[in-house]
């Protein structure tokens, strides 16, 4: 088991997938990476899991020259649920009510 098997950023888990990287050689195209490993599956913390066919089916030609440029090419093309609730913070006063009401108080 590699260091990266249970990578995971913004949702997407990695290690789901650690084994098209070793096996990848650069530069690669998106269309060769769906034709050899399309039906492999990207898991998702925040959501079901999606196919590389899914994320990278209709970019044709773009190429990626390394794993993180690939990474971060598959977080690009995430959809929004993969990364859980938006604009979510557990560190408070980060939805505007909350930095208007904060305002209002220091005001008084």
């Known amino acids: 088991m590699s ?37 492999r599956e990207v898991q998702r913390t925040s959501a079901d899991p999606i196919s590389i066919r899914d994320l ?4 044709g030609d ?9 990474r971060q090419g598959m977080l690009n093309m995430m959809p929004a649920e993969s990364v859980g609730r938006q604009h ?6 980060s939805d505007q009510e909350d930095l208007d009401e904060d305002s209002d108080q220091t005001d008084q």
Do not use: C, H, K, W
């Open 62 to 70: 773009q190429s990626f020259e390394s794993d993180e440029e690939l």
């Open 88 to 93: 979510y913070s557990d560190r408070g006063g």
């Open 3 to 39: 260091e990266n098997d249970n990578q995971q950023e913004m949702g997407v888990e990695f290690g789901s997938i650690e084994g098209v990287f070793e096996d990848l050689s650069y530069p690669i195209t998106a269309d060769e990476l769906v034709e050899q490993y399309g039906d």
């Open 56 to 59: 990278f089916s209709g970019m």
